[in-house]
């Protein structure tokens, strides 16, 4: 082994699990050198004051660079507030009834809590601005960020040490209010900085109407994924202003939550444009059949993919047998909308209801399969 180059234990080293990566630093310094890039290649941290901090010191670790990360998640939380001690420990019951027993750690630890919140007020939109701006100088190489509530995912995956020792240390959690606007408006003037990054996802949900205004355009961003928009009437615009801010995407997902429009009379799917889309997912979306319809055929699309969404105009029937005629027709996959039962009356799955789909869209001749003996069509307000 040290007779080989670095490059090729680095390419070892990237190929590991963690575990054995751990045991793959330790041989000698020259291993621990060839495997901090695979160690680093995904990285996350806490919107937090100390957390950023402590990503500024990894930055300056002397076995080597954050130039070889390459997907960085922010995980960001609403911390709870408490107004006395007494408030403060009826957030912390449900997290381990054995801190009760000991006054002196509970008191500490509230002390902790305080001088915690007392930092986090104390942040200013250009404060985090600021700290975005130096936080990402430090991974001139990242293609794919991630801003993901810490509560979006299952919290056995946020396997987080910074995480687990601050929520140890304060014995608080954050709330379960998954709203990412705030963190997003101090990401926006940043991400223009970043000009190799290809990918951004945003795992929470995303109140358009909290960002601040001003036009941003990200070209270099080809892979967008929403996976919660705010949804409802009079929010339409927003959202289709903000989809417009990233003209070269290649492959986008939107989800609305609840499940509502993302169409406005004033801004129809139609006008916006990617010269460029391949791949595009809609999920729990309300859409007219003509502006589906007019935006699939507008795109270059390869794939699009339709889930829970509901047609506000027109009817499904309506709109496959349009989508079968056209010539550049992409490959459509539907997950829960098109419900259709068997001879005793059991609902088929999926993937049963996409072959009847799919034979229908390839075959001139093929009678529409489904049928929706509701016909309903729902109204939205929010």
């Known amino acids: 082994m040290e007779i080989l180059p670095l490059?090729?234990?680095?390419?070892?080293?990237?190929e590991l699990p963690i575990t054995d990566l751990r045991h793959f630093r330790l041989v000698n310094r020259r291993h621990a050198d060839a495997g901090?890039?695979?160690?680093?290649?995904?990285l996350s941290f806490l919107n937090t004051m100390n957390t950023a901090e402590a990503l500024q010191t990894l930055s300056r670790s002397p076995y080597g660079s954050l130039g070889a990360t390459r997907h960085l998640?922010?995980?960001?939380?609403?911390?709870?507030?408490?107004a006395s001690q007494e408030e403060w420990a009826r957030l912390f019951l449900f997290l381990s009834s054995r801190k009760l027993c000991n006054p002196m750690s509970t008191q500490l630890a509230y002390h902790r809590y305080q001088q915690f919140i007392e930092q986090e007020a104390s942040r200013?939109?250009?404060?985090?601005?600021?700290?975005?701006?130096?936080?990402?100088?430090?991974?001139?190489?990242?293609?794919?960020?991630?801003?993901?509530?810490?509560h979006a995912l299952r919290m056995a995956y946020l396997n987080?040490?910074?995480?687990?020792?601050?929520?140890?240390?304060?014995?608080?959690?954050?709330s379960f209010e998954s709203f990412l606007a705030k963190a997003m408006s101090r990401l926006l003037p940043v991400l223009g900085t970043c000009s190799r990054l290809k990918r951004l996802n945003v795992d929470g949900i995303l109140d358009i109407r909290d960002l601040p205004p001003g036009r941003h355009q990200f070209k270099t961003i080809q892979h967008l994924c929403l996976n919660s928009v705010l949804a409802g009437e009079g929010l339409e615009d927003g959202i289709a202003n903000f989809l417009s801010a990233f003209p070269g995407l290649t492959t986008l997902t939107v989800k609305t939550f609840p499940a509502g429009p993302i169409y406005h009379q004033r801004l129809p799917l139609q006008q916006?444009?990617?010269?460029d889309l391949q791949f595009c997912d809609i999920i729990g979306t309300w859409v007219p059949e003509d502006e589906l319809f007019n935006f699939i055929k507008r795109h270059p699309l390869?794939?699009?993919?339709?889930?829970?969404?509901?047609?506000?105009?027109?009817?499904?029937?309506?709109?496959?047998?349009?989508?079968?005629?056209?010539?550049?027709?992409?490959?459509i996959i539907c997950q829960g909308i098109l419900p259709r039962e068997n001879e005793e009356g059991w609902r088929l799955e999926d993937y049963k209801s996409q072959r009847l789909?799919?034979?229908?869209?390839?075959?001139?001749?093929f009678p529409w399969p489904f049928s929706d003996p509701d016909n309903d069509i729902f109204t939205f307000s929010l």
């Open 302 to 331: 390869k794939r699009l993919t339709l889930k829970d969404v509901n047609l506000t105009s027109g009817s499904w029937k309506s709109f496959f047998s349009r989508a079968r005629g056209l010539k550049q027709r992409p490959n």
């Open 73 to 82: 998640t922010i995980y960001d939380g609403a911390w709870p507030v408490a």
């Open 357 to 365: 789909l799919d034979w229908f869209l390839t075959h001139a001749n």
């Open 124 to 150: 200013t939109f250009e404060m985090d601005v600021h700290l975005f701006r130096v936080v990402l100088a430090n991974f001139p190489s990242i293609r794919e960020l991630t801003l993901s509530h810490i």
């Open 160 to 174: 987080d040490t910074h995480f687990q020792k601050l929520t140890n240390s304060i014995w608080v959690i954050p």
């Open 36 to 42: 901090f890039p695979a160690l680093v290649r995904r």
């Open 7 to 14: 490059e090729l234990l680095s390419a070892i080293a990237l």
């Open 272 to 275: 916006m444009q990617w010269s």
